[in-house]
């Protein structure tokens, strides 16, 4: 189900079954109930004439984006918002069409990439639609912050990311397979990674300048 929820989503708009606030209300409890670890619901009151105002009537949140607020304007890292939150809503309520974009965003002290799915609801012909259903489906969440690596270590990241084994980082660093070894071992407790993989996808989302 979780990878077909946006194509769902879209047929049941596409349909007419979420059109009223009652049938989005009733989509998302419907999805609530499914067993998808990684998405998020919304239905949205856009009402307000400032964006930040728009507000979070109901949710199902599986996901921690650093979110659980009421309003778009009560959130923390307002950048995010004005920046890749906000727009997407605000094009659904302009055109009044459902819209699907895959973000890649810095929120707070993470790095998410996502898929968002926006459809309008209640519309009124030549109107503006007051509210909208919105589901986002993550696809990881990394951490960007922490501990600042050494220079040595920066260099063997590097290669573990080129996809060089320890051995080979060895011979090209001239250091001791140990050494590197060791190295490894700090990289992972700097970036609070589970493991070498995940070490080198948090160190690929820094050099990318994902953590700017």
Not at 28 to 54: C, H, I, Q, Y
Not at 116 to 137: E, I, K, N, Y
Not at 179 to 193: N, P, Y
Request: proline share 4%; aromatic share 6%; net charge neutral.
């Amino acid at each position: 189900m979780q990878d077909d929820i946006i194509p769902f989503v879209l047929a049941a708009h596409q349909n007419g079954q979420c059109e009223t606030l009652d049938q989005a209300k009733a989509l998302l409890r419907s999805l609530s109930v499914r067993p998808m670890r990684n998405v998020n619901l919304f239905v949205m009151d856009m009402r307000s004439n400032d964006p930040l105002g728009f507000g979070m009537l109901e949710t199902k949140q599986n996901v921690d984006l650093r979110g659980g607020v009421a309003r778009l304007g009560d959130y923390p890292d307002r950048r995010w918002v004005e920046q890749d939150v906000i727009p997407h809503y605000l094009r659904v309520k302009e055109e009044n069409q459902a819209s699907v974009r895959q973000m890649r965003s810095r929120i707070q002290d993470v790095v998410a990439v996502f898929d968002r799915v926006v459809v309008p609801v209640l519309r009124t012909g030549a109107g503006t639609p007051d509210w909208a259903f919105s589901l986002t489906r993550t696809r990881f969440v990394l951490p960007v912050d922490g501990t600042a690596l050494s220079t040595r270590e920066d260099d063997v990241l590097d290669l573990l990311i080129s996809g060089h084994s320890a051995k080979e980082i060895a011979m090209l660093l001239d250091l001791s397979f140990r050494t590197v070894e060791h190295h490894i071992s700090a990289i992972k407790t700097k970036l609070a990674a589970k493991n070498v993989a995940h070490a080198t996808a948090i160190g690929t989302a820094r050099k990318l300048g994902l953590s700017e």
